[in-house]
């Protein structure tokens, strides 16, 4: 055992060394120093561009950081667009309306018919069936990614929004930008 480490009986409170107060000053100071500075203008597009997706500035600005690039497509589930039937409601087709100068995508599950709901729904980009729950990581993968693909929309520049785990699982399958619960997007509507 070292004698550096707290023995027996230690409350792992504060340390008492010497320079704990400038270390830590130090510490904040170069953590402060790693984070760009954006300029104004800049961060006038950002705020404007996420609300032209439908975004909070956080997500949106989290994104950005995450993956380097723009949100520029969605991959949204059946269930995330509350799809009962091959039309989208009022409140999601508006939305999704509102969406600008990006992908819209939607992964649709049984007994939808992906070609049905493209047909009847001129705010999506294209649809595709979902993955099942029974296929295998390597299968749901594939299906994701091949639906970017046919899209041409890269990977990393698209945000899943679903309501599920199976989902979630979407956007790690897929290596997208990123999961977003339908409720969080979607907001009051739900």
């Known amino acids: 055992m070292s004698g550096d480490l707290p023995g027996l009986g230690h409350n792992n409170g504060p340390s008492m060394d010497r320079g704990v107060t400038y270390r830590r000053y130090l510490w904040n100071k170069a953590r402060k120093d790693l984070v760009p500075t954006l300029p104004l203008f800049v961060l006038k597009m950002r705020v404007q561009r996420a609300r032209e997706l439908g975004l909070d500035y956080k997500t949106y600005a989290g994104v950005r950081a995450s993956t380097g690039r723009d949100v520029i497509g969605f991959l949204f589930s059946s269930n995330a667009l509350r799809m009962k039937t ?8 508006r939305a999704l309306d509102q969406i600008k100068d990006a992908g819209k995508v939607a992964m649709v599950h049984h007994p939808l018919v992906a070609d049905e709901v493209a047909a ?6 294209a649809a595709y069936g979902a993955p099942k729950f029974t296929h295998s990581w390597t299968a749901m993968r594939d299906q994701v ?7 041409k929309l890269p990977r990393d ?3 899943v929004i679903g309501d599920t785990t199976l ?8 290596r997208t930008a990123g999961y977003l619960p339908a409720d969080r997007y979607f907001g009051e509507m739900r």
Do not use: K, S
């Open 167 to 174: 989902e979630r699982e979407w956007a790690d399958a897929g």
């Open 145 to 151: 990614r091949g639906a970017l693909l046919d899209q």
């Open 86 to 93: 091959v039309r989208l409601d009022e409140g999601h087709a």
């Open 120 to 125: 009847a729904n001129v705010q999506l980009d």
């Open 157 to 159: 520049g698209v945000l």
